[in-house]
């Protein structure tokens, strides 16, 4: 079994760097390329944490002779920039190493993806949004389809979601029975013109009807850029030109809630103190920012979990379709003040 010292010796850098890349430290100060090297040496040799290594020794099954694709809407660079979807990936992985199932990866490419590794598959996993032209590519391909974080032609395919629209009003909820009632937002909107899809837009929707029904909307609190760390600096930054501010902002992502309050920071604008923010996904950076993010947490391991079970069972004999809606849980930890008298 390999140790996070033979991946750094393969990688050429410190048993510190491997430890926090291994870890999703978006704080670390390193390539892309490096860091894809590291996660890759690490697949390589099946490196797997100490807790998990006595636990999955026992769950290992003869080789099976399935093998599962994994088609990915992002390409490879910007997943290493998204520790949600970089998890549901590696809980694929994980049940699949697991059951001695052999994984082909498929990312997208200058907007596309390479149809032929679709074929001889036995199941396909698909993670992410895509058009209804490749959807159909895919039904031509797969007999036996998965899809994570969508539900495209519910009734025909497997998927495994969260409840959009339930979340978001949870967390405004919450915030609203703390008091709030000047509520900023800070969104991610991708368009893929590829797929003829917007990414981000179910966040955004539920945060207005909710608010809508409150008569607590305000349009000037809210902002909309990319799901990114650099996005959350801006945001914020233009945010704080405004002569009014919310006295909370909820972030479509953590890594937009992260840039934000780096804003807020260089501003000398305290967190929670003056104003709070909430992120969304719970990455593993967020439990060590300063202070400790407030965040929803999003079961993403646990998504591609599901999604491998769901494979297998189809591969079983199962015919009638499944959507299985994982729950969401708001993390309170430091960025959000419990005593608002808003």
Same mark, same amino acid.
Request: hydrophobic share 40%.
């Given at each position: 079994?390999?140790?996070?010292?033979?991946?750094?010796?393969?990688?050429?850098?410190?048993?510190?760097?491997?430890?926090?890349?291994?870890?999703?430290?978006?704080?670390?100060?390193?390539?892309?390329?490096?860091?894809? @090297?590291?996660?890759?040496?690490?697949?390589?040799?099946? =490196?797997?944490?100490?807790?998990?290594?006595?636990? &999955?020794?026992?769950?290992?099954?003869?080789?099976?002779?399935?093998?599962?694709?994994?088609?990915?809407?992002?390409?490879?660079?910007?997943?290493?920039?998204?520790?949600?979807?970089?998890?549901?990936?590696?809980?694929?992985?994980?049940?699949?190493?697991?059951?001695?199932?052999?994984?082909?990866?498929? *990312?997208?490419?200058? &907007?596309?993806?390479?149809?032929?590794?679709?074929?001889?598959?036995?199941?396909?996993? +698909?993670?992410?949004?895509?058009?209804?032209?490749?959807?159909?590519?895919?039904?031509?391909?797969?007999?036996? +389809?998965?899809?994570?974080?969508?539900?495209?032609?519910?009734?025909?395919?497997?998927?495994?979601?969260?409840?959009?629209? %339930?979340?978001?009003?949870?967390?405004?909820? *919450?915030?609203?029975?703390?008091?709030?009632?000047?509520?900023?937002?800070?969104?991610?909107?991708?368009?893929?013109?590829?797929?003829?899809?917007?990414?981000?837009?179910?966040?955004?929707?539920?945060? *207005?009807?909710?608010?809508?029904?409150?008569?607590?909307?305000?349009?000037? %609190?809210?902002?909309?850029?990319?799901?990114?760390?650099?996005?959350?600096?801006?945001?914020?930054?233009?945010?704080?030109?405004?002569?009014?501010?919310?006295?909370?902002?909820?972030?479509?992502?953590?890594? !937009?809630? /992260?840039?934000?309050?780096?804003? @807020? =920071?260089?501003? #000398?604008?305290?967190?929670?103190?003056? /104003?709070?923010?909430?992120?969304?996904?719970?990455?593993?950076?967020?439990?060590?920012?300063?202070?400790?993010?407030?965040?929803?947490?999003?079961?993403?391991?646990?998504?591609?979990?599901?999604?491998?079970?769901? !494979?297998?069972?189809? /591969?079983? #004999?199962?015919?009638?379709?499944?959507?299985?809606?994982?729950?969401?849980?708001?993390?309170?930890?430091?960025?959000?003040?419990?005593?608002?008298?808003?």
């Amino acid at each position: 079994m390999a140790t996070i010292k033979e991946i750094a010796d393969r990688s050429g850098v410190s048993l510190a760097t491997v430890s926090r890349v291994l870890n999703y430290d978006k704080t670390l100060s390193i390539s892309s390329v490096k860091r894809k @090297l590291i996660l890759e040496i690490a697949e390589e040799l099946e =490196y797997e944490t100490p807790r998990n290594r006595k636990k &999955n020794q026992t769950k290992r099954k003869k080789k099976s002779n399935i093998t599962l694709g994994v088609l990915h809407f992002l390409s490879i660079e910007a997943e290493l920039e998204d520790p949600y979807y970089i998890a549901v990936r590696l809980g694929i992985e994980k049940m699949c190493l697991d059951h001695s199932i052999k994984v082909v990866k498929i *990312y997208r490419k200058d &907007n596309t993806f390479e149809k032929n590794l679709l074929d001889d598959l036995d199941g396909l996993i +698909v993670i992410g949004k895509f058009s209804l032209e490749h959807q159909r590519i895919i039904q031509k391909h797969c007999a036996k +389809v998965v899809y994570v974080d969508s539900s495209p032609l519910e009734g025909d395919y497997d998927c495994v979601v969260i409840d959009m629209d %339930w979340t978001v009003r949870n967390v405004l909820g *919450y915030l609203t029975d703390l008091g709030y009632k000047k509520i900023g937002y800070l969104g991610g909107c991708e368009e893929l013109a590829e797929y003829n899809t917007i990414l981000g837009e179910t966040r955004k929707k539920a945060f *207005y009807d909710c608010l809508s029904e409150k008569s607590l909307f305000e349009p000037k %609190w809210v902002f909309v850029d990319k799901f990114s760390y650099d996005s959350g600096y801006e945001m914020m930054k233009t945010a704080l030109d405004l002569s009014e501010l919310p006295d909370v902002f909820f972030a479509a992502n953590d890594n !937009i809630a /992260i840039g934000a309050m780096k804003a @807020l =920071y260089e501003c #000398g604008i305290k967190v929670p103190d003056e /104003i709070s923010i909430i992120g969304f996904n719970d990455i593993p950076t967020a439990q060590y920012t300063i202070p400790p993010l407030s965040t929803v947490k999003i079961y993403s391991e646990f998504m591609g979990e599901c999604a491998v079970e769901l !494979i297998l069972e189809q /591969i079983a #004999g199962r015919k009638i379709s499944k959507k299985v809606t994982i729950p969401t849980k708001i993390i309170k930890r430091a960025t959000v003040k419990l005593d608002s008298k808003n």
